[in-house]
């Protein structure tokens, strides 16, 4: 098979932002949109320049609403086709209006998920125009459009590089012109500069994730990282040799079964004062795990090409960060390997010594990933002294068991690191819930013959697991996000069809936009 370009192969989405006064009468008839969204308030009530648009169709528009019992809800909707003088063959009419307090803490209007309902709802549509003239008390109006066409992008987003016959994608991969009238289109441009970086970000993280494993080998994913010096990012590749010099004998024992030879990237953004501690992301990049020795069912094991989603989103992420050149110091770092039962694959009662030193005995080879993010996660303490540092990967079973799908698992040593995830979870939408650590559970992974064990028994898997990645962060302020849950086989939503959901770029670019850039 043919080596496969870096960038995603994905549904792409021209976006333009102008004056509502170009919707002033016939629709913009120099664009001729063959559908039109207009965003309703409280009662459905309509803007002024809405209501000189439908002006044609009123009567319509009012029977309709009736018949389809809208009041102007959030994410309510309903539709007129070939409605008369409007100059396109469909009105999309959207609600705004926030008629429930928002739950605990999460915006008031959710204009990305909003952006992603209304493109679920325009798959026929090859033109659109979004006319964004709705409730008064909605401000901000160009960040809302940007999140709205953000959305609009996220939704669009297909997987369909490795369909050979056009008649397999759908008329819907066709790309998509949206047109969003707002009265501020300039706010609405310069938002959507950050905007476009995030999408590009989540898109890369959601295509990493999807594609197979005999193509995204630990090489090749390391490959598509060193793309990012394109956008001023420092690439650095270490590869077997390196790491055994290193003494990262963690990370190479779970490695050491496969064709494929293990890599561990570093990648450097250099957004603000070298004098500035850098803040550092950790991925577990496992690019498939069969499960060694300790084999896993054959059952579902496919699914395991994913079990890389925590290195996928430290490069989707890094993407955007350089993309809308964050100012800020960023260190990424994402530990690749594949875990396959060769004659030359670890055993269970192996004994391996990471690159702090420390042993750590073998129970189970199927637990994997936190021997990778060990040895990764003390390297970048080590070395880059950072004032955080975030780890993620699809590390337990057992946190499906405790939070289904919906949230993340967060463990952390840092109250202040905990509660600023968790604020920027709800914002986005990329919701976290925070776990209990403690001695008792670290008593768990103690072993009789090493420093500790790789498994700590049936019980508290999440919480064993966490426990000893904690054993390498020597202090430093840390997170762990268990993200088996969220990253891969992740439910389909307003924002996301795709297999690879990208979980955790939106998250972690609004923790570092909020808190952490001068």
Same mark, same amino acid.
Not at 389 to 405: D, E, K, P, V
């Given at each position: 098979?043919?080596?496969?370009?870096?960038?995603?192969?994905?549904?792409?989405?021209?976006?333009?932002?102008?004056?509502?006064?170009?919707?002033?009468?016939?629709?913009?008839?120099?664009?001729?949109?063959?559908?039109?969204?207009?965003?309703?308030?409280?009662?459905?009530?309509?803007?002024?320049?809405?209501?000189?648009?439908?002006?044609?169709?009123?009567?319509?528009?009012?029977?309709?609403?009736?018949?389809?019992?809208?009041?102007?809800? !959030?994410?309510?909707? !309903?539709?007129?086709?070939?409605?008369?003088?409007?100059?396109?063959?469909?009105?999309?009419?959207?609600?705004?209006?926030?008629?429930?307090?928002?739950?605990?803490?999460?915006?008031?209007?959710? !204009?990305?998920?909003?952006?992603?309902?209304?493109?679920?709802?325009?798959?026929?549509?090859?033109?659109?125009?979004?006319?964004?003239?709705?409730?008064?008390?909605?401000?901000?109006?160009?960040?809302?459009?940007?999140?709205?066409?953000?959305?609009?992008?996220?939704?669009?987003?297909?997987?369909?590089?490795?369909?050979?016959?056009?008649?397999?994608?759908?008329?819907?991969?066709?790309?998509?012109?949206?047109?969003?009238?707002?009265?501020?289109?300039?706010?609405?441009?310069?938002?959507?500069?950050?905007?476009?970086?995030?999408?590009?970000?989540?898109?890369?993280?959601?295509?990493?994730?999807?594609?197979?494993?005999?193509?995204?080998?630990?090489?090749?994913?390391?490959?598509?990282?060193?793309?990012?010096?394109?956008?001023?990012?420092?690439?650095?590749?270490?590869?077997?040799?390196?790491?055994?010099?290193?003494?990262?004998?963690?990370?190479?024992?779970?490695?050491?079964?496969?064709?494929?030879?293990?890599?561990?990237?570093?990648?450097?953004?250099?957004?603000?004062?070298?004098?500035?501690?850098?803040?550092?992301?950790?991925?577990?990049?496992?690019? @498939?795990?069969?499960?060694?020795?300790?084999?896993?069912?054959?059952?579902?094991?496919?699914?395991?090409?994913?079990?890389?989603?925590?290195?996928?989103?430290?490069?989707?992420?890094?993407?955007?960060?350089?993309?809308?050149?964050?100012?800020?110091?960023?260190?990424?770092?994402?530990?690749?390997?594949?875990?396959?039962?060769?004659?030359?694959?670890?055993?269970?009662?192996?004994?391996?010594?990471?690159?702090?030193?420390?042993?750590?005995?073998?129970?189970?080879?199927?637990?994997?990933?936190?021997?990778?993010?060990?040895?990764?996660?003390?390297?970048?303490?080590?070395?880059?002294?950072?004032?955080?540092?975030?780890?993620?990967?699809?590390?337990?079973?057992?946190?499906?068991?405790?939070?289904?799908?919906?949230?993340?698992?967060? !463990?952390?040593?840092?109250?202040?690191?905990?509660?600023?995830?968790?604020?920027?979870?709800?914002?986005?939408?990329?919701?976290?819930?925070?776990?209990?650590?403690?001695?008792?559970?670290?008593?768990?992974?103690?072993?009789?013959?090493?420093?500790?064990?790789?498994?700590?028994?049936?019980?508290?898997?999440?919480?064993?697991?966490?426990?000893?990645?904690?054993? @390498?962060?020597?202090?430093?302020?840390?997170?762990?996000?268990?993200?088996?849950?969220?990253?891969?086989?992740?439910?389909?939503?307003?924002?996301?069809?795709?297999?690879?959901?990208?979980?955790?770029?939106?998250?972690?670019?609004?923790?570092?936009?909020?808190?952490?850039?001068?």
């Amino acid at each position: 098979m043919a080596r496969p370009s870096v960038s995603a192969s994905v549904k792409r989405v021209s976006i333009e932002f102008v004056s509502l006064a170009a919707v002033n009468g016939r629709a913009a008839a120099k664009n001729h949109p063959d559908t039109i969204v207009i965003l309703a308030g409280e009662k459905g009530s309509y803007g002024q320049q809405t209501t000189k648009l439908i002006k044609s169709c009123a009567s319509a528009v009012a029977k309709a609403a009736a018949y389809a019992k809208f009041k102007g809800t !959030f994410g309510a909707s !309903f539709d007129l086709f070939a409605p008369q003088g409007l100059g396109a063959d469909r009105l999309l009419v959207v609600g705004t209006h926030q008629d429930k307090p928002p739950y605990n803490g999460a915006p008031a209007h959710d !204009f990305v998920g909003l952006g992603g309902a209304i493109m679920g709802k325009l798959s026929s549509s090859q033109h659109a125009q979004i006319v964004f003239d709705a409730d008064k008390d909605i401000k901000d109006i160009g960040l809302h459009c940007a999140e709205l066409a953000l959305g609009c992008e996220l939704r669009a987003y297909e997987f369909n590089q490795y369909k050979s016959k056009k008649s397999d994608m759908g008329k819907a991969s066709s790309p998509k012109k949206i047109i969003i009238a707002s009265s501020d289109p300039e706010g609405a441009r310069k938002a959507y500069k950050t905007h476009a970086a995030i999408s590009e970000g989540v898109a890369l993280a959601r295509t990493l994730v999807n594609e197979p494993p005999n193509i995204l080998t630990p090489d090749e994913f390391a490959r598509r990282a060193k793309a990012l010096t394109k956008l001023g990012v420092e690439v650095k590749v270490l590869d077997v040799p390196a790491m055994q010099k290193l003494g990262m004998g963690a990370l190479l024992g779970v490695g050491q079964g496969s064709a494929h030879p293990s890599r561990c990237v570093i990648m450097r953004w250099n957004g603000t004062k070298a004098s500035v501690k850098p803040v550092a992301f950790i991925g577990k990049g496992v690019t @498939f795990d069969t499960g060694g020795i300790s084999i896993k069912p054959a059952a579902g094991m496919e699914d395991m090409k994913g079990d890389m989603a925590g290195a996928a989103c430290v490069v989707g992420l890094m993407h955007a960060l350089a993309s809308r050149k964050a100012k800020t110091n960023v260190i990424g770092a994402i530990g690749l390997v594949e875990n396959m039962p060769d004659g030359k694959a670890q055993r269970p009662g192996d004994i391996v010594t990471t690159l702090s030193g420390q042993t750590i005995e073998i129970i189970n080879t199927d637990a994997e990933g936190r021997l990778v993010l060990a040895d990764v996660l003390w390297y970048v303490q080590q070395q880059y002294k950072p004032s955080f540092m975030i780890n993620l990967a699809t590390l337990t079973g057992a946190i499906l068991i405790a939070l289904g799908q919906e949230y993340a698992g967060l !463990f952390s040593n840092n109250d202040e690191l905990s509660s600023r995830l968790t604020e920027v979870g709800l914002a986005t939408g990329e919701k976290v819930w925070r776990m209990p650590m403690g001695p008792a559970f670290d008593k768990m992974i103690d072993s009789k013959f090493a420093d500790m064990k790789n498994t700590g028994g049936r019980y508290g898997g999440s919480i064993t697991a966490a426990q000893l990645l904690q054993r @390498f962060v020597n202090n430093v302020p840390w997170a762990h996000l268990d993200i088996a849950g969220t990253a891969m086989s992740s439910p389909a939503s307003d924002i996301n069809q795709s297999w690879g959901s990208g979980w955790g770029v939106r998250l972690l670019d609004r923790l570092i936009a909020t808190y952490y850039e001068k």
